[in-house]
Nanobody
Framework: QVQLVESGGGLVQPGGSLRLSCAASGFTFGHSAMSWYRQSPGKQRGWVET???????NYADSVKGRFTISRDNGKNTVALQMNSLNPEDTGVYYC?????????WGQGTQVTVSS
């Protein structure tokens, strides 16, 4: 059974930082490209960034230079370091494969950027 468990969200002021983590189980993590996705209020869930199984990263333009994705294949985890946060980064953040597998979605973790 596949499980993706996101954590690390919270309330942060504009300009602040957060580090999200995703623990994966139930599939061959090391063979999978992993991504973070975000659902902002009133919007559909969208792609934020991907890290390939080899460690190469691709980012949405909106987060390039501010967010850094990383993975630990020994621990089956993927992380998202988010810096210089702004209110537009508010939303529920999810991890999943890339492309996303519809049956893999977890609960996500809420990130709120507000003063």
């Amino acid at each position: 059974q596949v499980q993706l468990v996101e954590s690390g969200g919270g309330l942060v002021q504009p300009g602040g930082s957060l580090r999200l983590s995703c623990a994966a189980s139930g599939f061959t993590f090391g063979h999978s490209a992993m991504s973070w996705y975000r659902q902002s209020p009133g919007k559909q869930r969208g792609w934020v960034e991907t890290i390939t199984r080899g460690g190469s990263a691709n980012y949405a333009d909106s987060v390039k230079g501010r967010f850094t994705i990383s993975r630990d294949n020994g621990k089956n985890t993927v992380a998202l370091q988010m810096n210089s946060l702004n209110p537009e980064d508010t939303g529920v953040y999810y991890c999943n494969n890339y492309p996303a597998v519809s049956t893999y979605w977890g609960q996500g973790t809420q990130v709120t950027v507000s003063s």
